[in-house]
Nanobody
Framework: VQLQAYGGGLVQTGGYLRLSCAASGSALDYYAIGWFRQAPGKTREWVSYSSASDGRTYYADAVKGRFTISRDNAKNTVLLQMNSLKPEDTAVYYC???????????????????????WGQGTQVTVSS
């Protein structure tokens, strides 16, 4: 599967953006999806997760209540709705996928970027204060 993330941009504090992760080459129904972000000088951190098998979603504490991950299977796309944006949300955002056949069972595996096999190119989100 090939992933393309888009939808980033420049917004003011309190604004919103909706990121999209469009897939080609395979249906996203067969993949668990994670969103990660990387700010300048920092390591890539996990943001959100969407299970392909049971619809579960998880969020990092820093974005819980503000971000929502969802799937549009008709468009083979995963969305990340980001509301009430803060300057600390500024980063390059990446979507990543791992086949449901390769999904691990140990606790919170989905937070580890090394568990994902496919990555999009990233989209810049900048939140001005």
């Amino acid at each position: 599967v090939q992933l393309q993330a888009y939808g980033g941009g420049l917004v003011q504090t309190g604004g919103y953006l909706r990121l999209s992760c469009a897939a080609s080459g395979s249906a996203l129904d067969y993949y668990a999806i994670g969103w990660f972000r990387q700010a300048p000088g920092k390591t890539r951190e996990w943001v959100s997760y969407s299970s392909a098998s049971d619809g579960r979603t998880y969020y990092a504490d820093a974005v819980k209540g503000r971000f929502t991950i969802s799937r549009d299977n008709a468009k083979n796309t995963v969305l990340l709705q980001m509301n009430s944006l803060k300057p600390e949300d500024t980063a390059v955002y990446y979507c990543a996928a791992v086949s449901v056949m390769a999904v691990k069972t140990f606790s919170m595996w989905y937070k580890n970027k090394d568990e994902y096999d496919h990555w999009g190119q990233g989209t810049q989100v900048t939140v001005s204060s």
